[in-house]
């Protein structure tokens, strides 16, 4: 079992849809990424989280110490969000975990 | 745009030959990674530079085997590679290792777009 394990895998949604996908962890950590992987490979930065939320545009990113979760939310998703949402975990131990990734496509 | 590219985006190889992939950051940081990117799996750190020192080498076989001349470049050296080697590469670059209470921004990876290599 992976020690970062992210839900849905796979995510289709109409266009304005909210979206949520989660993230859980098994360890401590010091820090969450949320990162977006666009088709063709290129993957960018979209938060680092160590508490509480933060907002960028139409991205919403939450995180629970407490329960380990973490969810990524998209208000008013539209085609140019499909791509690879990606989790990942900075262990306490200076470790970085990757999750699977969350394939998410948004139909016009 | 992210500041770092990757030469080639696409590399071909049989399993007899040498070919190197290439990254180059153009950000003014210090630490540079390998990551290997296999269909369903995550990403997979495979090595980390820091000021042109390796400083983790994460059981990869030998036949991968990377170099850093400067902290703007990293290249990765590939020698009688195997099929089951057909992956994305990726290379990533931070400002630096250290990691301060609470973490900052200069933890933050900055990626490349990847070279798709298909072993034959």
């Known amino acids: 079992k992976n020690e970062v394990e992210q839900s849905p895998q796979n995510l289709t949604a109409q266009e304005g849809e909210f979206i949520t996908i989660n993230c859980s962890y098994s360890v401590g950590i010091s820090a969450l990424h949320w990162l977006q992987q666009h088709p063709g490979g290129g993957i960018v930065s979209l938060f680092m989280?160590?508490?509480g939320k933060k907002k960028h545009g139409r991205l919403i990113a939450t995180i629970n110490i407490q329960e380990k979760h973490s969810s990524l939310h998209i208000t008013a998703s539209h085609p140019r969000d499909s791509a690879v949402y990606i989790c990942a975990v900075r262990s306490v131990t200076d470790k970085l975990i990757f999750g699977t990734g969350t394939r998410l496509q948004v139909f016009p | 745009e992210t500041g770092v590219t990757q030469t080639p985006r696409h590399l071909v190889m049989g399993m007899t030959n040498k070919k190197s992939l290439k990254c180059e950051q153009h950000l003014g940081h210090n630490a540079m990674y390998w990551y290997k990117q296999s269909a369903k799996k995550p990403l997979e750190l495979m090595f980390v530079?820091?000021?042109?020192?390796?400083?983790e080498n994460n059981s990869v076989p030998s036949r991968f085997s990377p170099e850093c001349p400067n902290s703007s470049h990293l290249f990765l050296h590939l020698h009688t590679l195997q099929p089951e080697d057909s992956a994305l590469y990726l290379c990533?670059?931070?400002?630096?290792?250290?990691?301060?209470?609470?973490?900052?921004?200069?933890?933050?990876?900055?990626f490349g777009p990847g070279t798709r290599l298909t072993v034959l």
């Open positions: 990533a670059s931070s400002q630096d290792l250290t990691r301060g209470v609470p973490p900052s921004d200069t933890d933050t990876q900055y």
């Open positions: 530079y820091s000021l042109e020192e390796r400083v």
């Open positions: 989280l160590s508490s």
